[in-house]
């Protein structure tokens, strides 16, 4: 009898649960993006660099928003979005990527289509100018989820993708990164442990800049991609979370689209993008709880730091991160623009 | 009052799920593996290499389980297990791995602690004897999860491993596969379109053969690895499940441990491996249930073939596949041996 007294009160939470979690189609479009997450902080930012970045994120999503409200494809939407931030150096993706030890960039991407389920992915590329479009090429051109290196550039020219010369890639403010942290490197590893240098703060921040974008379309198709330069200094061949679906990126139309930017060791390890999806599908959390979960609790219980943005297939949009900033703007179907860039 | 009726019902049929989920330590300790699935046929297969398979598989498992029994680690089990099936031509995994579209060897490996939730992984390299080992290093001695290429040789040498001659893993059998296939795609490509090798039968049954094991130790630990060859043919630097963290391998103390061996890209957009986790995380379902839904309804749904082996804190076991054969077998802590080719 107490037992059955129990179950009721549990019936009744249940209850409660589900007409807060009531389903409703918020927008018939979407599109949500960031430029990396880290220690971004009021007091290190002129004005001007502050326009500077928003005035890039503004134009970037813009390019998307206006494929999506013409009736084009959420993947089209990512694809020309991203490509707005790969091609400018303020951001960790294409021009202006970090340089690895090797005084080379290295870039990887990676595409999810929430209909089909397929995906593409890049890891370690040097001359393909835009990382993403080589991502979603692999997804709809070969019989491959991920390709890398050569052999993933090779591919590119096969398919007739702009190829570059590696020094398109260069910035000269990216390059004197690396020579302060080889610098830091020499004086630390004098004193210190071989490991010292992945733990200095610079690098951890160096390294956030990746950048992504999530889209809902009007067919009710979610799609989500991600672009980065990986970690400044990055050796042996390091791959991080962004070219690793589930990691850096999902989407999936029953539930969610998920790009993520952060520290990309601790994001494959948490199944990031993956683990938003699983929550909203297993266990009917909404957009906002199932982020916030894998994010703030998850994540930074195993010392993970970054950030995520978020879809549904209602149009719900979600910024999470528990870093000190997240490059971040969304837009809806009435056009509302949202820019940030600092926690709130 | 009727939905108060329609709760209660529902309450009741909780209960009933609930206590027969109910846990029970089955094990004290435990170890399942993996030697490819695929089509592989009774009528196939000669007397002769059924001995010659079942052995090796003996052989290596009872490497773990005695590892287990004397008090070792689940790790230990794992990485020592893994390598008796490396060193064995019979596997897809170190000696004996396929080869290239460049004639080459490429292998790839991943591992995951269950307890720490770290992982290691390495993904095409050519020259390091015992890929699995090289994984456990990244995790241990590296502040990074994946690694490639030739940037893993390197970090491999500095840490001291086995470097071979990239002959070491040349095997008669497997260079005579890469022929048939090379001529065979010819003959195809003046006939139909490039996509066509990719969809040849004998490809898809060279590339099953990848290697994998999970273990439970006396500490309650669990580890899971994998390791591969990759897909005979490959090109373009491709990267399948194998070394993917959440799709080829998964760990995590609080639910289960799986390796997976199959068809990669498949196995990579249905994130196979950490979706059984969560399924038992998040749904409370058993590893029984968890696995079959996601290889015989999800990965199905897809069109991927393939199969894992899986192992719960409690130190149940599961084989699940939905391909002819999977080379499999376990040891439970009476030391009752299983070993298995085909489907029953």
Not at 39 to 44: A, C, E, F
Not at 97 to 107: D, H, I, P, S, Y
Not at 108 to 127: H, I, Q, W
Request: aromatic share 8%; proline share 1%.
């Amino acid at each position: 009898m107490k037992k059955s007294i129990l179950l009721l009160f549990f019936s009744l939470i249940l209850m409660n649960c589900e007409s807060t979690s009531k389903e409703e189609k918020i927008n018939d479009f979407a599109i949500i993006i960031h430029g990396g997450a880290g220690t971004i902080l009021k007091k290190n930012m002129t004005d001007e660099m502050e326009a500077t970045y928003k005035a890039k994120l503004e134009e970037a999503i813009k390019v998307g928003y206006t494929i999506l409200k013409n009736g084009g494809t959420s993947t089209d939407a990512v694809l020309k979005t991203i490509q707005v931030m790969e091609e400018s150096p303020l951001f960790n993706a294409g021009k202006g990527a970090v340089f690895t030890n090797a005084g080379t960039n290295e870039l990887d991407a990676s595409f999810m289509d929430g209909k089909t389920l397929n995906a593409g992915a890049v890891a370690g590329v040097k001359d393909v100018k835009s990382p993403i479009e080589l991502a979603i090429k692999i997804m709809t051109d070969s019989e491959h989820v991920m390709l890398s290196g050569e052999g993933a550039s090779a591919f590119a020219k096969e398919k007739g993708l702009d190829i570059v010369n590696p020094s398109y890639f260069y910035t000269e403010n990216r390059f004197q990164s690396l020579q302060k942290i080889i610098n830091q490197e020499k004086t630390e590893l004098d004193h210190n442990d071989k490991k010292a240098n992945f733990y200095d703060p610079i690098i951890k921040d160096s390294k956030f800049g990746t950048v992504g974008c999530v889209a809902l379309d009007k067919f009710g198709n979610i799609a989500a991609g991600t672009s980065t330069g990986g970690m400044t200094n990055k050796r042996w061949g390091r791959i991080g979370d962004a070219p690793i679906i589930g990691s850096g990126t999902y989407a999936n139309n029953k539930t969610c689209g998920v790009s993520s930017t952060g520290w990309g060791e601790y994001f494959i390890r948490s199944q990031v993008a993956y683990d938003i999806s699983a929550q909203m599908e297993y266990q009917k959390k909404s957009l906002k709880e199932a982020t916030k979960d894998v994010i703030q609790n998850k994540l930074s219980k195993l010392g993970g730091t970054g950030g995520v943005v978020a879809l549904d297939k209602n149009g719900n949009m979600s910024f999470e991160f528990n870093t000190e900033g997240m490059y971040r703007a969304s837009m809806d179907d009435k056009g509302e623009l949202i820019i940030k860039i600092y926690k709130e």
